[in-house]
């Protein structure tokens, strides 16, 4: 089983198959973490896997581990697609840490894909 960004990106390398892809859902991996260690976790898979994930699922959970509506429980949303947006399409991560979200976002490519 897969359960961390590293794991899945030495996955990738390994294999070496341009048709390994990456589903991002962050809410089955930290129920029990706090906000900053899942805002550098997103920022962590966005900046190891950017150019293999293919969907970013949202869906969230309360801070007793039940499921919730997107935006209601742990799942910093702002945090979690800026990090896609900036580090899959546009460079420069630096507005979001400086309105508080993790510093840790980066860009990964200077363009859009596609």
């Known amino acids: 089983m897969i359960d961390s960004p590293a794991q899945?990106?030495?996955?990738?390398?390994?294999?070496c198959s341009p048709r390994i892809k990456?589903?991002?859902?962050?809410?089955?991996?930290?129920?029990?973490?706090?906000?900053e260690a899942r805002c550098a976790w997103i920022?962590?898979?966005?900046?190891?896997?950017?150019?293999?994930?293919?969907?970013?699922?949202?869906?969230?959970?309360?801070?007793?581990?039940?499921?919730?509506t997107p935006?209601?429980?742990?799942?910093?949303?702002?945090?979690?697609?800026g990090c896609l947006r900036h580090g899959v399409?546009?460079?420069?991560?630096?507005a979001w840490a400086s309105r508080g979200r993790s510093a840790g976002c980066r860009p990964i490519s200077d363009g859009c894909l596609g």
Request: hydrophobic fraction near 50%; aromatic fraction near 10%.
């Open 71 to 81: 935006g209601q429980g742990v799942i910093d949303f702002v945090h979690f697609f």
């Open 8 to 15: 899945a990106r030495r996955l990738i390398d390994e294999m």
């Open 89 to 94: 399409c546009w460079p420069g991560c630096d």
């Open 43 to 68: 920022a962590g898979a966005v900046y190891l896997l950017a150019d293999r994930i293919m969907l970013a699922h949202a869906k969230d959970r309360a801070a007793n581990g039940a499921f919730t």
């Open 22 to 35: 990456i589903v991002l859902d962050p809410t089955n991996l930290f129920e029990q973490a706090g906000t």
